[in-house]
């Protein structure tokens, strides 16, 4: 079989400009798209890993602050729990306070008005018992009030005795100051010599003394000396009137009035 040369030669000549051209034509192009697609992925898949980085990083931080901000939520609350608690408590011992403030100023005025009331009933039986007292000795005898207490006080004298005696006797003899007889009324000059008298007589020996008038004693007499004191009159019966109706106040007006406090 003959082989025709010039076929072959043309044949592989037409067979390499085929394989040029496909290079240089359609093989670089499809390398360069397949390059350029690979890069373009690369390049999406590095930015969808970036993103997926960030949005990692955002969630981190998104739950790191969530996390902090529950932590500060819960100590608000403890704190102002605690304020409220506090606050409470503040108002509680203001309005105790102000309870026993208002407790303490009705007992203050119960005492008060109890103690204008014993004054007020002390001042009309005074008045009371001079007056009936007055008008009684008149109408018996001619003999004053003044000098029927006068009287009374020198039996008292005469009627000391004892321990009593005994103490008053030294008080007299230590006392540089004459002894001091203090009355209601001026004493007539007849009482005052009867009470000399009298002291004579009880202690045996010369007694100094000196009259003063008292109004704020309640129809009495009183003798002081160096501290010793001997008294008749009639603030002993007033004094227990007074204790009497401090004891019906007690037990009648006072609940009744911290009741209606409370």
Same mark, same amino acid.
């Given at each position: ?8 030669? /043309?044949?592989? #000549?037409?067979?390499?400009? +085929?394989?040029?051209?496909? &290079? ?6 499809? +390398? ?15 930015? #969808? ?7 990692? &990083? ?15 939520? /819960?100590?608000? +609350? ?15 011992? @203001? ?6 403030? +208002? ?65 008053? #006797? ?23 010599? @009867? ?35 001997? @008294? ?29 406090? &409370?």
């Amino acid at each position: 079989m003959l082989i025709d040369w010039f076929t072959v030669c /043309a044949q592989a #000549a037409n067979f390499l400009i +085929l394989v040029w051209l496909l &290079k240089r034509f359609l093989y670089k192009p499809v +390398l360069a798209a397949i390059a350029a697609r690979e890069k373009l992925i690369a390049d999406e898949l590095q930015d #969808a890993a970036a993103k997926k980085l960030e949005a990692q &990083k955002e969630r981190d931080d998104f739950q790191r602050k969530n996390e902090a901000f529950d932590h500060q939520r /819960a100590a608000l +609350l403890s704190q102002a729990t605690d304020e409220v608690k506090t606050e409470r408590q503040e108002l509680l011992d @203001a309005a105790r306070k102000d309870s026993e403030a +208002l407790r303490s100023k009705l007992q203050e005025s119960v005492k008060s008005e109890r103690e204008t009331l014993n004054r007020e009933i002390i001042s009309r039986t005074q008045r009371e018992v001079f007056a009936i007292a007055r008008k009684t000795l008149a109408d018996l005898s001619n003999t004053s009030l003044e000098e029927r207490l006068g009287e009374v006080f020198t039996r008292h004298l005469h009627a000391m005795n004892g321990q009593t005696k005994e103490e008053f #006797a030294k008080a007299l003899k230590t006392s540089t100051e004459p002894a001091l007889v203090r009355s209601t009324f001026d004493l007539p000059a007849e009482n005052r010599a @009867a009470i000399q008298n009298a002291l004579n007589e009880t202690f045996s020996s010369e007694i100094r003394i000196r009259f003063e008038t008292a109004t704020n004693l309640i129809c009495g007499i009183e003798l002081i000396a160096n501290g010793q004191k001997i @008294a008749w009159s009639i603030a002993d019966y007033l004094m227990s009137l007074e204790k009497s109706v401090g004891d019906i106040f007690d037990a009648e007006v006072k609940p009744v009035v911290l009741a209606e406090a &409370k």
